[in-house]
């Protein structure tokens, strides 16, 4: 079947604004939606900024720099898997000699 078949309208608020937005399944958009909605309000909030441009500047940065630190802790995750199969494989030579 056509993914886009499968495609529904989704309406969600973020930061005082109606977005009608195309999605598979509206469950994750919304809890999306509602997550980056939080956020815009906190920030916002602390930076003591109300320009909605501004906000989602700000929080976007807050974004990247999230996805930044996860890509970072992914890289390391995988540098030790590594680092272990080699390790595990090695012994497991040993072993079978």
Do not use: C, W
């Not at 939080?38 to 929080?59: E, F, Y």
């Not at 996805?67 to 802790?73: F, K, S, Y």
């Amino acid at each position: 079947m056509d993914p886009a078949a499968q495609r529904k309208t989704v309406r969600v608020t973020i930061f005082n604004q109606n977005y009608s937005l195309a999605a598979a399944g509206d469950d994750d958009v919304e809890s999306l939606a509602h997550s980056v909605d939080d956020l815009m309000h906190n920030i916002a909030q602390r930076a003591g900024v109300s320009d909605p441009a501004r906000v989602a500047v700000l929080t976007s940065l807050h974004l990247a720099d999230r996805l930044r630190g996860l890509e970072q802790e992914l890289s390391s995750l995988k540098e030790r898997v590594d680092h272990k199969s080699r390790e595990f494989a090695l012994l497991l030579d040993k072993a079978i000699e």
